[in-house]
């Protein structure tokens, strides 16, 4: 009886291996410059730096405007995109410095017909996750614990029966 409990618990653990945690994705770096009048949110993706503008009071969204995005004293302009409402900066030299890890300042300066606009923010780029490379300890004891407490439980009630039948 002992030797089957034993064996059943080894199995268990050795059937546990090491836990890989799940592929943690990077998370997009965006960034929010909020005025009394207008709201900027931009997001760093693979095609480049793309900005939504809205009204602060209404979230109506601001079209066709001039946008211009200053960081590390290097000015580029957004082009407004119709077809999707957004606008997009894709230069690769002055998106170059803002996708290493790190916090970048950034100045915006809007021109949205005769309004205008100074807004600032700044920038934050997390470096890649490095989570999923390692094992997950912290899980494997609860799961570990967990089998001991059912194959205690089966033995137990393994052992009454066989204690009754000798009776």
């Not at 592929?23 to 960034?31: G, K, L, R, W």
């Not at 709201?39 to 079209?63: M, W, Y």
């Not at 999707?84 to 030299?93: E, M, N, Q, R, V």
């Given at each position: 009886?002992?030797?089957?409990?034993?064996?059943?618990?080894?199995?268990?653990?050795?059937?546990?291996g090491?836990?890989?945690?799940?592929?943690?994705?990077?998370?997009?770096?965006?960034?929010?410059?909020?005025?009394?009048?207008?709201?900027?949110?931009?997001?760093?993706?693979?095609?480049?730096?793309?900005?939504?503008?809205?009204?602060?009071?209404?979230?109506?969204?601001?079209?066709?405007?001039?946008?211009?995005v200053?960081?590390?004293?290097?000015?580029?302009?957004?082009?407004?995109?119709?077809?999707?409402?957004?606008?997009l900066?894709?230069?690769?030299?002055?998106?170059?410095?803002?996708r290493?890890?790190?916090?970048?300042?950034?100045?915006?300066?809007?021109?949205?017909?005769?309004?205008?606009?100074?807004?600032?923010?700044?920038?934050?780029?997390?470096?890649?996750?490095?989570?999923?490379?390692?094992?997950?300890?912290?899980?494997?004891?609860?799961?570990?614990?967990?089998?001991?407490?059912?194959?205690?439980?089966?033995?137990?009630?393994?052992?009454?029966?066989?204690?009754?039948?000798?009776?």
């Amino acid at each position: 009886m002992k030797k089957l409990i034993f064996g059943l618990f080894t199995a268990a653990i050795v059937g546990l291996g090491p836990l890989q945690a799940a592929e943690m994705p990077t998370p997009i770096p965006v960034v929010v410059a909020e005025s009394e009048e207008f709201e900027i949110v931009g997001r760093l993706d693979e095609k480049g730096f793309v900005f939504h503008i809205d009204r602060s009071a209404s979230n109506a969204p601001v079209l066709a405007a001039k946008l211009e995005v200053e960081a590390d004293g290097r000015l580029a302009p957004a082009r407004f995109r119709p077809e999707s409402g957004d606008y997009l900066i894709d230069d690769a030299a002055w998106l170059s410095p803002l996708r290493t890890p790190g916090e970048h300042a950034l100045a915006f300066t809007l021109l949205a017909g005769e309004e205008s606009d100074l807004l600032s923010a700044d920038f934050a780029v997390l470096p890649a996750s490095t989570a999923g490379t390692g094992t997950v300890s912290g899980l494997a004891w609860p799961l570990a614990g967990t089998a001991l407490l059912v194959l205690a439980v089966l033995g137990w009630r393994f052992s009454r029966q066989h204690k009754g039948d000798l009776a």
